[in-house]
């Protein structure tokens, strides 16, 4: 197995990469609370945010395209960023082209378990990203399959909170001149909306852990047993890895891009741990992660190496001048270690 842990400052100037609800015609960017200490007291700030939701919904459109370059098989819905993971006995349906098991009101538990073999079995054979991103089969027996990767909210680091502001921003569809604007139908010529846009250096967090990929996590008896060939598993491994790089380095984070691509994305700093275990970064909310990791490192280490980039001081195993190199090195780290 390998663990690869994620932790980064990015630049995103004038972005309104998660909008959450429309008033009127006033769309508003998505916002947190967050509570830092000031000295002796506690402060709250209301901040622009992107959501996990958002961060892993990109990184599952990547992981179809990759996994279907290794020939992977990827459903009709996921293959399209439509995430419905087989949630219901029509999609399992049509995902895995058999019909669902059926349990009666007094089913014993041996049929109970042969079940739900047969729905996390079928599932995962039949869409690698339901098996890498999990899925949760709603019906009668339900059936949960955690992902195997991990992310969160993105939010401003420490440093900016206080500098942080949400402004709205004017703009306007404009038809006056056109046959499209009948004065007698009530009809505007001219709309006026506002949408939220913000600026920041937002923290990041992404960890993806290898190990149950391709395997049964449901069943604890079977737990960890494969459920497909050697081979698939590593191929859908690596394509897992050869996804994350592409949402590295290119992060198409968020919605609006067409319209409101943001005026700068670009990595302030960015670490990655590619280790044998389980080993995360430490949060890059604060600005001495890196050297929080490199202490944790010397007191916790699975043949784990941190590639890194920087403005400033480096303090990972291995440096590199831009973030680039250091996403493309530990990828290659990680892809040599999959067994």
């Known amino acids: 197995m390998v663990y690869v842990s994620v932790r980064g400052r990015i630049w995103l100037q004038a972005e309104a990469a998660n909008m959450?609800?429309?008033?009127?015609?006033y769309v508003k960017h998505r916002r947190v609370p967050v509570v830092i200490r000031d000295g002796g007291k506690y402060v709250t700030f209301f901040v622009p945010s992107i959501s996990g939701e958002s961060v892993a919904h990109t990184y599952q459109t990547l992981l179809a395209e990759e996994l279907k370059k290794q020939q992977v098989k990827v459903c009709s819905y996921c293959e399209k960023?439509?995430?419905?993971?087989?949630?219901?006995?029509?999609?399992?349906?049509?995902?895995?082209?058999s019909e669902p098991p059926r349990l009666g009101e007094k089913a014993k538990a041996a049929e109970l378990m042969a079940a739900v073999d047969a729905i996390e079995s079928n599932i995962v054979k039949s869409c690698g990203v339901e098996d890498v991103g999990g899925f949760l089969y709603a019906?009668?027996?339900?059936?949960k399959r955690t992902s195997n990767f991990l992310t969160g909210y993105m939010v401003p680091v420490k440093e900016v909170l206080s500098a942080v502001?949400?402004?709205?921003?004017?703009?306007?569809?404009?038809a006056l001149g056109t046959?499209?604007?009948a004065p007698e139908e009530g009809a505007a010529g001219q709309m006026i909306y506002y949408v939220e846009v913000s600026s920041a250096v937002f923290s990041f967090a992404f960890d993806l852990d290898t190990k149950y990929i391709g395997k049964y996590t449901f069943h604890i008896e079977k737990y960890g047993t494969p459920i497909i060939s050697q081979d698939e598993i590593t191929r859908r491994a690596g394509a897992s890895l050869d996804a994350l790089g592409r949402l590295l380095i290119e992060f198409p984070v968020g919605a609006k891009r067409t319209r409101f691509n943001p005026a700068d994305v670009r990595w302030e700093s960015i670490a990655i741990a590619v280790s044998n275990d389980a080993w995360t970064m430490p949060s890059s909310f604060v600005k001495d992660y890196s050297e929080r990791a490199a202490a944790k490192k010397g007191k916790v280490n699975y043949n784990t190496v941190i590639h890194a980039y920087t403005e400033e001081g480096c303090h990972a195993d291995r440096c590199y001048?831009?973030?680039e190199e250091a996403i493309?090195?530990?990828i290659i780290d990680?892809?040599?270690?999959?067994?």
């Open 139 to 143: 019906e009668n027996p339900n059936v």
């Open 334 to 339: 990680a892809k040599g270690r999959i067994k």
């Open 179 to 181: 046959k499209f604007v």
């Open 328 to 330: 493309i090195n530990s």
């Open 165 to 174: 502001s949400i402004e709205p921003q004017l703009h306007s569809r404009y």
């Open 321 to 323: 001048g831009t973030p």
């Open 81 to 97: 960023g439509i995430f419905l993971k087989s949630t219901r006995g029509d999609l399992y349906k049509e995902v895995t082209k």
């Open 20 to 25: 959450v609800e429309s008033v009127g015609n």
